[in-house]
């Protein structure tokens, strides 16, 4: 409250300095407001993760480029965010939330720009380096913006917005993204999170308040360094492996790299006295089960979108366009059960909410794999997918607000990091072990079929579907005949991996009943202080 005395500026003044001195806010219309702002911002960087898929043949065209180096055009974006997330989120806590997310944003929206008028991959591959950085940036904020600022009673819907569109924001990007692809050029890709990042930094200068944790340890840099090490060795095993062989020369060194890397850093943190993050924190239920959930649920979702979109285009034979959009009804059934989720959790516990959502997860995957069929449509696999939106969004938020509520409001970014790392980790993995086996059982599949035809079949048509249908060009009277054939043994390959993806998730459903969140009542659950952490 401010003196009477006060004239109005002074005072209107005062409570500006009052609400980024104590970062929750009071006023509904501006904690709206906020979670507007991190999730216009958030959206700008998931779609930046997926919207590049569907022009790889217009960067192989426009700079010559082969397929390994349009992967790194797509790939090096998400090294560098995973890599940094946990360091620059770190540097949120310390040097203020606000700052570090208009920095992000700016960083991002520059280095979006770049990429949209680059002229050769050199730059291309440099301006998406840059842009991984400006989402590192943003990304771990986002959340810790929600979480510092809502009060406790609307945290958990705040935080069910934000896995919304985390979760079903990358289908939107993809979606909008082959609509811009189509009907103008790639290089309007990159508008579309130039105008977010735009919309998004001018809503944070006006209603984020700032918020920052004050330390008196050093700023954990040893940590730092040797967390990206582990990060960047780790994931670009899991990109590069199913590309390039787990055993070639470059896959070892990334391996090695990576878990010398996570060794001196879990070594590193238990001895600090303020870690960048306390890995004992892990004995945790709520942080070691949410964690574990995220990993799996990401994974078997990125690797649902590497079978399901080949299926579309290959064996359906559909555009990028209406492929993506045949994905929706499953990204907007996911967001809005990430909305209802906290609404459940309150009802039956988060346990029961994410055991729910993993076991309708598990459903949806034995559905298509037990209907899937080339003549069976887009029907044989959209109840499947119906099942799988609904529980990746039951399990997702209750997943994410265990790991944010394991760690005091003071280390909210490196809790919102490690949500974000583990999300990027569970996509890797899911892409190379899914990827494996439906790369794997496409070719078992293939050559007794391929075998049977009156004539050669070109080498091409045993690597992949892809190859296999361009090589029906020139099979003449046997095109159709290689055409089923190599259909048949996608979708051979497709019902293996989603098996597999089902003994994942019936894995984590113990898993989850066994060792997930308890529930308590909201007065033995108080927040903890940052002098109680340190």
Same mark, same amino acid.
């Given at each position: ?7 109005p500026?002074?005072?209107?003044? =005062?409570?500006?300095?009052a ?5 929750t806010?009071?006023?509904p219309?501006?904690?709206? +407001?906020v979670?507007i702002?991190v999730?216009?911002?958030l ?11 569907v022009?790889?043949?217009?960067? &192989?065209?426009?700079?010559?480029a ?11 974006y998400?090294?560098t965010l995973?890599?940094?997330?946990l360091?620059?989120?770190a540097v ?17 929206g520059?280095a ?12 291309m ?9 400006g989402?590192?940036m943003i990304?771990?904020?986002?959340? &810790?913006v ?17 896995? @919304? ?22 290089r309007?890709l990159?508008?579309l #999170?130039?105008a977010l990042?735009?919309? @998004? ?9 700032n ?10 840099t ?8 582990? &990060?960047?060795?780790?994931i ?7 590309e ?5 020369p470059?896959?070892l060194?990334?391996l090695l790299?990576?878990v010398l890397?996570?060794?001196v ?6 001895r600090?006295r303020?870690?960048l ?8 239920r ?9 990993l +799996?649920v990401?994974?078997?979702q ?7 979109f ?11 366009l209406?492929?993506t959009?045949?994905?929706?009804p499953? +990204? ?9 989720a906290?609404?459940?959790a309150?009802? $039956?516990g &988060?346990?029961a909410?994410?055991?729910? *959502? ?7 995957? =034995? ?5 899937v069929? $080339?003549?069976? *449509?887009?029907l044989?696999?959209? #109840?499947g997918?119906?099942?799988?939106g ?8 209750p ?5 944010t509520?394991?760690?005091p409001?003071s280390r909210q ?8 790392v583990?999300r ?9 072990l899914?990827?494996?086996i ?9 050559? #007794?079929?391929?075998?049977?035809? +009156?004539?050669d079949?070109?080498d091409g ?17 046997y ?11 996608? $979708?051979?390959?497709?019902?293996? @991996?989603?098996?597999v ?6 894995l984590?459903?113990?898993y989850?009943?066994?060792?997930g969140?308890?529930r308590?009542?909201r007065?033995?659950?108080p927040?903890p ?6």
């Amino acid at each position: 409250m401010t003196s009477p005395s006060l004239s109005p500026q002074v005072a209107a003044v =005062a409570e500006a300095a009052a609400a980024d001195s104590d970062p929750t806010i009071h006023d509904p219309r501006r904690r709206r +407001a906020v979670l507007i702002a991190v999730c216009i911002a958030l959206m700008a960087v998931i779609a930046s993760v997926s919207g590049l898929n569907v022009a790889q043949q217009e960067f &192989a065209v426009a700079f010559g480029a082969s397929q390994s180096t349009v992967l790194w055009i797509i790939n090096i974006y998400t090294i560098t965010l995973a890599a940094l997330l946990l360091p620059l989120g770190a540097v949120g806590d310390r040097w203020g939330r606000k700052p570090v997310l208009l920095a992000g944003l700016v960083v991002f929206g520059a280095a979006s720009a770049a990429a949209g008028l680059a002229t050769s991959t050199e730059i291309m591959i440099t301006a998406r380096l840059l842009s991984g950085i400006g989402a590192a940036m943003i990304m771990p904020i986002t959340l &810790a913006v929600i979480t510092s600022t809502f009060p406790e009673k609307e945290r958990s819907r705040a935080i069910g917005v934000w896995t @919304a569109v985390a979760g079903g924001g990358g289908l939107l990007g993809m979606y909008l993204s082959a609509f811009l692809v189509d009907v103008a050029d790639w290089r309007w890709l990159f508008a579309l #999170p130039v105008a977010l990042v735009v919309v @998004a930094a001018g809503m944070t200068i006006r209603y984020v308040p700032n918020s920052r944790e004050e330390s008196s340890h050093p700023f954990d840099t040893i940590g730092s360094l040797s967390s990206v090490l582990a &990060a960047v060795g780790l994931i670009f095993v899991l990109h590069e492996g199913p590309e390039h062989g787990w055993t070639a020369p470059a896959t070892l060194v990334g391996l090695l790299v990576g878990v010398l890397g996570a060794v001196v850093f879990v070594a590193w943190e238990l001895r600090r006295r303020a870690p960048l993050l306390d890995v004992r924190l892990f004995r945790h239920r709520g942080l070691s089960s949410g964690s574990v959930s995220l990993l +799996a649920v990401f994974g078997v979702q990125a690797g649902i979108f590497v079978v399901l979109f080949p299926y579309f285009q290959a064996v359906l034979g559909w555009s990028g366009l209406r492929s993506t959009l045949a994905m929706m009804p499953m +990204a907007l059934l996911m967001m809005v059960a990430s909305g209802l989720a906290p609404r459940v959790a309150a009802l $039956v516990g &988060a346990r029961a909410t994410m055991a729910a *959502g993993i076991f309708l997860g598990g459903a949806g995957l =034995a559905l298509m794999a037990s209907f899937v069929s $080339v003549d069976g *449509g887009y029907l044989s696999v959209l #109840p499947g997918m119906l099942a799988m939106g609904l529980g990746m969004g039951l399990s997702m938020t209750p997943s994410t607000e265990a790991i944010t509520s394991a760690l005091p409001r003071s280390r909210q970014g490196t809790a919102s990091a490690l949500n974000d790392v583990t999300r990027e980790f569970g996509a890797a993995l899911g892409v190379a072990l899914l990827g494996a086996i439906v790369s794997a059982g496409y070719r078992n599949a293939v050559d #007794p079929r391929l075998d049977e035809l +009156a004539v050669d079949a070109p080498d091409g048509a045993r690597e992949g579907i892809a190859t296999a249908l361009a090589a029906a060009d020139d099979a003449g009277p046997y095109a159709d005949e290689l055409v089923r054939a190599a259909q048949q043994s996608f $979708v051979d390959g497709w019902q293996q @991996a989603m098996w597999v993806g089902v003994g994942v998730m019936v894995l984590l459903f113990g898993y989850v009943l066994a060792r997930g969140p308890q529930r308590r009542p909201r007065a033995e659950q108080p927040e903890p202080t940052p002098e109680q952490v340190m």
